[in-house]
């Protein structure tokens, strides 16, 4: 049951438990004090699948090209036999920050969301800052079926487009900005962002 399995994460774990990948093969589990776990018996046991890795685990996600990435404190790292053993993105050019959330632009290149705005890897030159201007923390990333990448930080929706950045500030009836810890838009162009107390929603053609 859901709370037979809740009761073994929380066991496996013996620390916060930040991020939940479900994998054919098994289960792994990112945490703050025992970096990645693994199951493969659906929660029942759990065995550390941390080789290879560095800090505390802040996101975990698997691609369609059969990566499974998994973010830190101290940068981002990736696994190609199912969270096993791990090595760094790039270990010649390493990306060196807290890593926020992942993903993967249209052409496949993984974006990183950090505490210094969103990065950018290039199997050739390694990583790249790509913005939003001034590099803020990000909270949040969606790359949008058009190529659009989204990124939630303190004061509501940056935008990236082609080749620049266009800021949606967030501000609710108060006039206080809103800190957007999630962003997605649909398949009809609907923004969504979701803050610490409220959620929004900019219909598809709107630019504001």
Known sequence: SSDVCSSDLRRAAGSNV?????????????????????????????????TGLQSAITTVRAFEDGRI??????????????????????????????????????????????TAGVWQHDQADGWSALGPPGMPAIR??????????????????????????????????DQATRDVASVWVSRDGSLFAGAAWDSWRRPAGETT
């Open 18 to 50: 930040t991020s939940v990948l479900f994998q054919s093969s098994g289960m792994l589990i990112g945490t703050h004090g025992q970096g990645i776990l693994r199951s493969e018996d659906s929660g029942i046991t759990w065995s550390e699948s941390s």
């Open 69 to 114: 990435v998994a973010g830190t404190q101290g940068g981002l790292f990736e696994s190609t036999d199912l969270g096993a053993t791990w090595n760094r993105v790039h270990q010649s050019l390493p990306l060196i920050q807290e890593i926020t959330d992942i993903a993967q632009d249209v052409s496949g290149r993984l974006l990183a969301a950090t």
């Open 140 to 173: 949040d990333l969606h790359v949008a079926e058009d190529g659009t990448v989204l990124a939630g930080y303190f004061a509501g929706v940056w935008i990236h487009s082609g080749s620049s950045w266009v800021n949606s500030e967030i501000k609710g009836p």
